[in-house]
């Protein structure tokens, strides 16, 4: 239920059963009935956290357990309170979408794992696998784009949930730096740009974000787009996940060159749905941040610590490096005027 995973678990020699804490939290919350055999299951994913499917008779559910080091090349540490962030995020999400959400069956946020509901995939289809495929359907990108709007907006300006999502230095760990600072590093000469739009998306703080909104933590279920790993949940900028997921469907472009124009199309369904379901704030304002933090997300995934692992060959990174740096030095305040320079530069 995201990322696909490499390598074992740091928790232990054998991949193929789980650590003995999460064998425990699965037997004293009560998930599965008395007395019948329960069965785990490794489900791909896992480069933040360990995921298990759970059977036991009738009963079946997953379990998600934060790593404090995650699987990638670079030497990546989170903090595992950010388990509990995604099942605080789950629940919060729920009051309004429910549909948009699994639901959480337990929780324990000392050990930093929950456990929620399991969606099938023969009825949740990974959005990623689908854009992968060519499957770009621009009524899923709208849903997404609508969703994804309701649920900043019922959650503006909510001190409630800013008291709840004081989570800023995970935020930073798992977001700011290995993205945007990280991409800094890699290019000096763009990094005063890069520290500034890190600044201004640290500091501006309206409303519930997920952090991580992307084709492969979303899936198309049987009522629309549901949202998954929220580990990055935050009061901050609503702009961050808009950016977050159209960065995604620009560099889906250089993967899946068929789909190019398909996907830039879903790239305007998914905005003009997203900006039209704004009414916490001038839409201009939330399209102006999301305009400028887009190129540096798209020359994060590219020099920072978390590159896509779909792009390898160096003219399809150098594609993305050249158009993201020159965003950066003279960025625009429309997503069209971005929408307008890929689809130009993926012509060519």
């Given at each position: 239920?995201?990322?696909?995973?490499?390598?074992?678990?740091?928790?232990?020699?054998?991949?193929?059963?789980?650590?003995?804490?999460?064998?425990?939290?699965?037997?004293?919350?009560?998930?599965?009935?008395?007395?019948?055999?329960?069965?785990?299951?490794?489900?791909?994913?896992?480069?933040?956290?360990?995921?298990?499917?759970?059977?036991?008779g009738s009963a079946v559910?997953?379990?998600?357990?934060?790593?404090?080091?995650?699987?990638?090349?670079?030497?990546?540490?989170?903090?595992?309170?950010?388990?509990?962030?995604?099942?605080?995020?789950?629940?919060?999400?729920?009051?309004?979408?429910?549909?948009?959400?699994?639901?959480?069956?337990?929780?324990?946020?000392?050990?930093?794992?929950?456990?929620?509901?399991?969606?099938?995939?023969?009825?949740?289809?990974?959005?990623?696998?689908?854009?992968?495929?060519?499957?770009?359907?621009?009524?899923?990108?709208?849903?997404?784009?609508?969703?994804?709007?309701?649920?900043?907006?019922?959650?503006?300006?909510?001190?409630?949930?800013?008291?709840?999502?004081?989570?800023?230095?995970?935020?930073?760990?798992?977001?700011?730096?290995?993205?945007?600072?990280?991409?800094?590093?890699?290019?000096?000469?763009?990094?005063?740009?890069?520290?500034?739009?890190?600044?201004?998306?640290?500091?501006?703080?309206?409303?519930?974000?997920?952090?991580?909104?992307?084709?492969?933590?979303?899936?198309?279920?049987?009522?629309?787009?549901?949202?998954?790993?929220?580990?990055?949940?935050?009061?901050?900028?609503?702009?961050?996940?808009?950016?977050?997921?159209?960065?995604?469907?620009?560099?889906?472009?250089?993967?899946?060159?068929?789909?190019?124009?398909?996907?830039?199309?879903?790239f305007a369904a998914l905005?003009?749905?997203?900006?039209?379901?704004?009414?916490?704030?001038?839409v201009e304002g939330v399209?102006?941040?999301?305009?400028?933090?887009?190129?540096?997300?798209?020359?994060?995934?590219?020099?920072?610590?978390?590159?896509?692992?779909?792009?390898?060959?160096?003219?399809?990174?150098?594609?993305?490096?050249?158009?993201?740096?020159?965003?950066?030095?003279?960025?625009?305040?429309?997503?069209?005027?971005?929408?307008?320079?890929?689809?130009?530069?993926?012509?060519?």
């Open positions: 239920m995201s990322n696909p995973a490499t390598g074992t678990s740091e928790d232990g020699p054998d991949k193929d059963w789980p650590d003995p804490a999460i064998i425990d939290f699965v037997a004293r919350s009560g998930l599965t009935p008395i007395g019948a055999e329960t069965r785990f299951e490794r489900l791909p994913g896992g480069v933040s956290s360990d995921i298990w499917l759970v059977r036991a559910c997953c379990v998600k357990r934060a790593l404090q080091r995650l699987r990638v090349a670079a030497d990546w540490r989170a903090p595992i309170e950010r388990n509990a962030n995604e099942a605080a995020w789950i629940r919060s999400v729920s009051s309004v979408l429910p549909q948009a959400v699994p639901r959480l069956l337990a929780e324990d946020p000392g050990a930093g794992m929950f456990a929620m509901e399991y969606l099938p995939p023969q009825s949740f289809k990974g959005w990623k696998a689908q854009l992968q495929h060519g499957r770009v359907v621009a009524s899923d990108a709208a849903e997404v784009g609508r969703r994804l709007a309701r649920i900043h907006g019922k959650f503006a300006r909510s001190c409630d949930i800013e008291a709840e999502f004081t989570t800023d230095a995970i935020f930073h760990a798992i977001r700011l730096e290995p993205y945007l600072l990280a991409a800094a590093r890699a290019h000096p000469d763009r990094a005063a740009t890069l520290h500034r739009l890190a600044e201004i998306t640290a500091g501006t703080k309206l409303t519930l974000v997920h952090g991580d909104i992307s084709p492969k933590n979303i899936l198309i279920g049987p009522h629309g787009p549901v949202f998954i790993d929220a580990e990055c949940a935050w009061f901050g900028d609503p702009a961050f996940d808009l950016a977050f997921c159209l960065n995604h469907l620009l560099l889906k472009c250089l993967w899946v060159p068929a789909a190019a124009l398909r996907l830039i199309t879903a905005a003009d749905a997203y900006l039209a379901g704004v009414d916490w704030e001038p399209e102006h941040r999301t305009a400028h933090l887009l190129p540096a997300l798209l020359l994060a995934r590219i020099d920072g610590k978390s590159p896509v692992e779909y792009l390898t060959e160096e003219p399809d990174k150098n594609i993305v490096r050249r158009v993201a740096r020159a965003l950066l030095a003279d960025p625009p305040d429309r997503l069209a005027d971005i929408r307008q320079i890929w689809k130009r530069e993926i012509r060519e």
